[in-house]
Nanobody, 118 residues
Framework: QVQLVESGGGLVQPGGSLRLSCAAS????????MGWYRQAPGKQRELVARITSGGSTDYADSVKGRFTISRDNTKNTVYLQMNSLKPEDTAVYYC????????????WGQGTQVTVSS
């Protein structure tokens, strides 16, 4: 069983920055695709960014150029650097770990609130 613990959320003004962290309980980053998702009130959960075990990344169009996903395998931690934050970025952000090779495994963190408001 993998546990994911997010941190770094909070209240920030528009145009500000935050860095989210997701610490995994084991050395999984070398075989799991790690992702950040978000869910705003009344909306479906959506992919924000993800990074594969090989280091490839992809982003939602709405955050390209503003957010950066990265990882530190030595610390079993994935980061989401969020710059130029907008009110529409307000959501609960969740960390996800997905192993596509058999046996399939998928884990979620508990979420961290990000609020962008003046």
């Amino acid at each position: 069983q993998v546990q994911l613990v997010e941190s770094g959320g909070g209240l920030v003004q528009p145009g500000g920055s935050l860095r989210l962290s997701c610490a995994a309980s084991g050395s999984i980053l070398s075989i799991y695709t790690m992702g950040w998702y978000r869910q705003a009130p009344g909306k479906q959960r959506e992919l924000v960014a993800r990074i594969t075990s090989g280091g490839s990344t992809d982003y939602a169009d709405s955050v390209k150029g503003r957010f950066t996903i990265s990882r530190d395998n030595t610390k079993n931690t994935v980061y989401l650097q969020m710059n130029s934050l907008k009110p529409e970025d307000t959501a609960v952000y969740y960390c996800n770990a997905d192993k596509a090779i058999l046996p399939r495994r998928n884990y979620w963190g508990q979420g961290t609130q990000v609020t962008v408001s003046s």
